[in-house]
Every structure is written in structure tokens, then in C-alpha cells.
């Protein structure tokens, strides 16, 4: 959907218009309205840039998930709770985790906090995982993470809806992950 077409329709009632036919470009158009207030939201808690796309999506997916289990009077302050929340669990589970990302040499590697050394995956490893993602997925994540195109970009190359290349984005790094640790315990199953 064209968002100036529908700059005239309050938040309210594009959130109407969603519960009650659960049409999901209603939603979409009432996201697209507050990227960049996510995405500065996310900025100020999580300090990268990365990061903060990462969490803008989960975001996203998450009021894809949950908006309709809530009464929301006021969408723009209940979004921005739903966001600052997000980013302190970020920020929580990072002191606990160790993250897997996407590094600027286009590699997926570790990442332990306490470790210096990133313990690098080979780019055979990450096109075999990239190569089991399903179509959709692995043309998003290698849009998005490896050549640097935007949502929108994303959208317009591949005629995928805003909401759907943030799904592949999200679930196709989820899986890329699980499928390199996989792999990776594997290649030490049989190297030693």
C-alpha cells in the first residue's frame, strides 16, 4: 500500500480497520508510520546500527503477533513501550548469550563477549547454509545482510510485501544460525 494515500487515516483507525478484517496491509501501513521512531528507539538502547534493524523486525513481528490480544488507546506510546521493552531484553540476554551475527567480511561468525578472537566460518560452510534456506529466505538475508539493500528495496526487487521481507529476514537468520551451528557440530563430530 502507498503510505500517502493513507496519511489522512488516523492510527486508531487503521488499527480498527486491522482487528476487523485482519488485513494485514492496515498493519503494514500503521508500521511503515513509525519506522524511524523504532528505529530510534532501538538506536538509543542498543547503540549499533545493525542491531537496531534486527530489532526494529523483531518488533515488528512481535506487534504482527500480539496486537490483537491488547486494547490499545494510544498505538503510537503502546508501540514505543513494546520497543523500549524489546531493547532492554536485548541488552539483558546479551550479557547472558553469545550472539551469532552477520560480520562486515560476509561471514557468519562467533561472537563471544569475553573472547577477543572470532572464531570465522568458512564461506563454503555459509553458502551450504544459506543454499538449505528456503528461496524466499535466503534471497532476503543475502539482499539484505551481504549486498545492503533496504526493505523497501528488498520489496520493490522481489515483489515480496514489506511485512514478508521482514519475516524472511528475521526467520532466514534464525535458521541460517541453527543451521551453521548444526553444521559446525558436525564438522567437529567427524574431525575429531
Known amino acids: 500500500m ?3 494515500r493513507y496519511d489522512h487515516i488516523g492510527d486508531q483507525d487503521l488499527l480498527h480497520r486491522y482487528l ?12 511503515e508510520r513509525y519506522t524511524l521512531l523504532l528505529f530510534g528507539v532501538c538506536m538509543k538502547y542498543l547503540k549499533d546500527e545493525t542491531q537496531a534493524q534486527d530489532a526494529v523486525q523483531q518488533i515488528f513481528l512481535k506487534v504482527i503477533q500480539e496486537v490483537h490480544k491488547y486494547k490499545i488507546d494510544y498505538f503510537k506510546s503502546w ?17 547472558r548469550n553469545i550472539p551469532v551475527a552477520l560480520t562486515e567480511n560476509d561471514q557468519l561468525a562467533d561472537q563471544p563477549e569475553e573472547a577477543p578472537e572470532k572464531e570465522a566460518i568458512s564461506p563454503e560452510l555459509l553458502k551450504d547454509a544459506l543454499d538449505a534456506l528456503s528461496e ?5 538475508v543475502i539482499l539484505f545482510y551481504l549486498k545492503k539493500k533496504s526493505y523497501q ?3 520493490a ?7 514478508q521481507v521482514k519475516s ?3 526467520n532466514g537468520k534464525r535458521n541460517l544460525k541453527l543451521l551453521i551451528q548444526k553444521m559446525l557440530k558436525k564438522a567437529k563430530k567427524e574431525n575429531g
Open 153 to 155: 528495496e528488498i520489496s
Open 168 to 170: 524472511y529476514i528475521q
Open 136 to 140: 524466499e529466505q535466503r534471497q532476503s
Open 2 to 4: 502507498n503510505q500517502s
Open 20 to 31: 476487523q478484517d485482519r488485513d494485514n496491509a492496515w498493519l503494514g501501513v500503521l508500521l
Open 157 to 163: 526487487s522481489e515483489g515480496y510485501s514489506l511485512l
Open 79 to 95: 508501540l514505543y513501550t513494546v520497543a523500549k521493552n524489546h531493547c532492554l531484553t536485548v541488552l539483558r540476554d546479551k550479557k
